[in-house]
């Protein structure tokens, strides 16, 4: 496993394990199973509704707490400074942790104008080291903007929508400028058509390795922190087994131009579902 350096000092694992769309039932199986095979940062949501099967399966793996690296979400309906604390406690409780590593605003969600605000809650609960790192998810550069002006902590992460047909050139480069460390959601499209892409295919042919692992290979090579998913035991394990092989420079370039713009959620600046 590689491993980033939040602009904190914090330490996070580079590959981790997603759980959106597992339900509380299938969490646990699947989380145990990557935690066996070597995961040690998983990415769940208030929102996805199986922080209790994520906290049982952290609970029966055995591994150390302190190897592990959680992450939740403050949910849109949960925004606001009260509301955001109240959430936090909440997730706590059915994660069955004292602490997470790290809490994210899970939209902006802009029609409602209170992210400045539940990210002053997002302070204190780092303030009060019961999050190891404090960032944000889908903010655009305008958004993160008025964080920068507005508040103290410069986010330690923005993890959003990034694959080969979505690279965010412009917000990848505002994060490195500010030392936000890009995290890319649904890094293998959400299983659909850059799996099947004919220049991935011909790379991993090459590199006697499968369409998800030259995806995922590509991602470590980019320098984000990538949170693949899978409820298939071998798929968990595939994915992991990228640390072995590296993509020559020539190759990078190939995939670079797959860029098309191409997104499969929704805008951020357009999502306000509460
Ligand atoms: N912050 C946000 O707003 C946000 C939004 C979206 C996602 N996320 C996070 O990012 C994580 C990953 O994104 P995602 O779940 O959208 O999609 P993803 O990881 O890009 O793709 C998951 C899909 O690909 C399939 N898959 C996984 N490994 C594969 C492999 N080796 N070969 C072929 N197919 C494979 C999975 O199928 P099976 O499960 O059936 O194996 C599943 O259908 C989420 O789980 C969540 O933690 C965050």
Redesign the pocket.
Known sequence: MDYVTLNNGLKMPQLG??????TDEEATPAVQKALEFGYRSI???TI?GNEVGVGKAIENSGVPREKLFITT?VWNSDHGYENTLKAFDESLERLGQEYVDLY?I??PTPKYDQYVDTYKALEKLNKDGRVKAIGV??FDVEHLQRLLDECEVVPAIN???Y?PYLQQKELKNFCEEHKIQLE????????RDI?HDEVIKELAEKYGK????VILRWHLQTNVVV??????PS??E??LNVFDFELTDEDMDKIAELDRNLR??NMPSEMNKR
């Open positions: 394990f997603g759980v959106w769309k597992v990415d769940t949501a996805y979400k994210l899970h939209w998810c889908n993890q959003v929508e694959h890319a959601y649904s890094p293998l499209m959400n299983g799996l499968t369409p998800a692992q949170i693949p998913k899978s409820v298939t798929r968990i595939e994915n499969v959620g």
